[in-house]
């Protein structure tokens, strides 16, 4: 059974930092690209920050580019999202995702989501 577990989440300050986690049981996680995505209340779900199965290569959004950091554990089947310099903006709901295509077909897997809201 594939899981994919967020925690982390929380209230925070403008200008602190959080750190998510998600760890992943159920299939070869080594396998897949990892990325986090986002989706704020009354808006589209949007990706923050993906890397690719080895981690070797990783991308952001514009909007979060020298504040956010992904990582990966391949040994501990986790991946990580190190936030900081929040903004009020950044509050949302944040989800992993794990995503593969093999053989044309795409493989593809979302937690249950981690709040995170940035307030003073």
């Known amino acids: 059974q594939v899981q994919l577990v967020e925690s982390g989440g929380g209230l925070v300050q403008p200008g602190g930092s959080l750190r998510l986690s998600c760890a992943a049981s159920?299939?070869?996680?080594?396998?897949?690209?990892m990325s986090w995505y986002r989706q704020a209340p009354g808006k589209e779900r949007e990706l923050v920050a993906a890397a690719t199965d080895a981690g070797g290569s990783t991308n952001y959004a514009d909007s979060v580019k020298g504040r956010f950091t992904i990582s990966r554990d391949n040994a501990k089947n986790t991946v990580y999202l190190q936030m900081t310099s929040l903004k009020p903006e950044d509050t949302a709901v944040y989800y992993c995702?794990?995503?593969?295509?093999?053989?044309?077909?795409?493989?593809?897997?979302w937690g249950q989501g981690t709040q995170v809201t940035v307030s003073s």
């Open positions: 159920g299939f070869i996680f080594s396998r897949y690209a």
């Open positions: 995702n794990a995503e593969r295509t093999r053989w044309g077909q795409r493989y593809t897997y």
